[in-house]
């Protein structure tokens, strides 16, 4: 079946970057998703990328995409306090009809101040 | 101006009492999701609506039941919540095209 990882924390300091890394095995993705999700709530949905990209930007939200690795990252650019939440990446393939989400398991972003 | 609204955002229950949890969608997807989510851990699809087509994920326990009455509404039924069953339940719609899905805010559940 699919899988999909993540590291599970990052520390950065207000105002840098901060990049989240995800890998993931399923070569028939279609999209690619970035999740982000505050404590108790439920997700949101950041950025999305279609699997012929390598790139997109989206204000201070960069998304890498490596197809040939597997390979997804999202860069925050000057990371904000309200930055701090835990980053989901997920994908869906192309199984039509039934397409459903596989969630990483989550990088807890935290900010130092 | 919730698109996905999950009612109660918090419900408590009785270890075996059956519960059952609801959602709306304003968005008139043709999909609809339950993940569930553990603490600290990724959200898991429990089973999904396409239309009134249930699709029920190959490990969801058989305590898990779902009805989709009409495209707004979707519930979750538990029929005897374990202790196990304590976790934050997600719903989430989609449109054909998988442009991305909606989630709504959660109903956090404690079993006791």
């Known amino acids: 079946g699919e899988d999909v990882e993540q590291s599970l924390f990052l520390s950065v300091r207000e105002g840098d970057s901060s990049v989240i890394n995800c890998t993931y095995t399923?070569?028939?993705?279609?999209?690619l998703y970035w999740y982000k999700q505050e404590p108790g709530a439920g997700l949101q949905l950041l950025t999305y990328i279609f699997s012929n990209m390598d790139m997109k930007q989206d204000q201070r939200l960069t998304v890498l995409l490596n197809k040939k690795d597997k390979h997804l990252s999202l860069r925050i650019a000057d990371t904000q306090t309200g930055d701090s939440a835990i980053y989901f990446c997920a994908e869906v393939g192309s199984n039509f009809g039934n397409e459903k989400l596989t969630f990483g398991t989550g990088t807890r972003l935290t900010i130092i101040p | 101006d919730a698109m996905v609204i999950q009612n109660p955002r918090y419900q408590v229950t009785q270890f075996g009492k059956p519960v059952t949890l609801s959602c709306s969608q304003t968005?008139?997807?043709?999909?609809m999701y339950w993940y569930q989510q553990k603490s600290s851990q990724a959200p898991k699809l429990l089973f999904h609506y396409y239309d009134k087509d249930f699709n029920n994920e190959a490990d969801t326990p058989d305590n898990f039941q779902s009805r989709r009455p009409n495209t707004s509404f979707c519930f979750l039924d538990i029929r005897s919540p374990g202790l196990g069953d304590a976790a934050m339940y997600l719903c989430?719609?989609?449109?054909?095209?998988?442009?991305?899905?909606?989630f709504g805010s959660g109903t956090r559940l404690t079993v006791v």
């Open positions: 968005l008139n997807h043709n999909v």
């Open positions: 989430a719609t989609s449109p054909r095209a998988i442009t991305g899905y909606t």
């Open positions: 399923d070569s028939s993705s279609t999209y």
